[in-house]
């Protein structure tokens, strides 16, 4: 079979299942993130690999913007810095490289997002942990369910495919949906605010 039929073929198989999956998560998200970061608040995203492209893309999304003006948000990727990924990883190990971060930035009640194909990436998993003894809520993008990472999170939007490229191209439409749902919201949030200040 062509390739592009074969691929083709796998990601419109995907859609469906995705589809109800996303329409029950994605809005519920990006209200969320939008009360969270609207009153000042953080988000920190990880991966590897393409994960860790996605998450940069998701949080240069929130800090820029995704179509419209409006307020920066604070997402901070925690893959892009190497000189702080290189020597997490040359003193405590590679495993620890995205938990030392998230001790380091996250404050109770941030958003720790993480990406992962798999679901089976032991340096997310340990982010995630390190993020529940924080207080961070943790939020996972994954492949199939159950895997450890969606385990280890408070929820996780699973993509139902075992083909990670597939899975790494719902993540990404997962991303601009997120950020649009986000922008849906913080007008709601940003009014409130405004009008509790003027009281």
Same mark, same amino acid.
């Given at each position: #079979? ?14 469906? /299942? ?6 029950? %998560? ?42 419209? /003006? ?17 020597? %997490? ?5 590679? /495993?620890?490289?995205?938990? $030392?971060?998230? $001790? ?8 720790? %997002?993480? #990406?992962?194909?798999?679901? $089976? *990436? ?18 996972? #993008?994954?492949?199939? /369910?159950?895997?450890?990472? *969606? #385990? ?11 083909? *990670? ?8 439409? *997962? ?25």
């Amino acid at each position: #079979m062509d390739p592009l039929d074969n691929h083709l073929r796998g990601l419109q198989a995907a859609l469906p /299942e995705f589809r109800a999956l996303a329409s029950t %998560i994605l809005p519920r998200w990006g209200e969320r993130l939008a009360r969270h970061l609207g009153t000042g608040g953080r988000l920190l995203v990880a991966g590897n690999g393409g994960s860790a492209a996605e998450a940069q893309h998701l949080a240069a999304e929130l800090v820029g913007r995704l179509r419209d /003006e409006r307020q920066p948000l604070s997402a901070i990727a925690l893959t892009p810095d190497s000189s702080a990924v290189t020597a %997490i990883s040359n003193d405590y190990g590679y /495993e620890e490289v995205f938990a $030392r971060q998230v $001790r380091a930035h996250g404050r109770p009640g941030d958003v720790l %997002i993480l #990406m992962s194909t798999s679901g $089976r *990436s032991p340096n997310l998993v340990k982010a995630a942990h390190a993020a529940r003894e924080a207080g961070v809520r943790t939020w996972a #993008m994954t492949g199939r /369910e159950p895997n450890p990472l *969606s #385990m280890a999170c408070d929820e996780t939007l699973g993509c139902p495919s075992g083909d *990670s490229q597939v899975v790494q191209e719902l993540h990404l439409v *997962s991303v601009h949906l997120l950020c649009e749902y986000v922008d849906l919201a913080l007008p709601t949030v940003v009014d409130a605010l405004e009008e509790a200040l003027a009281r």
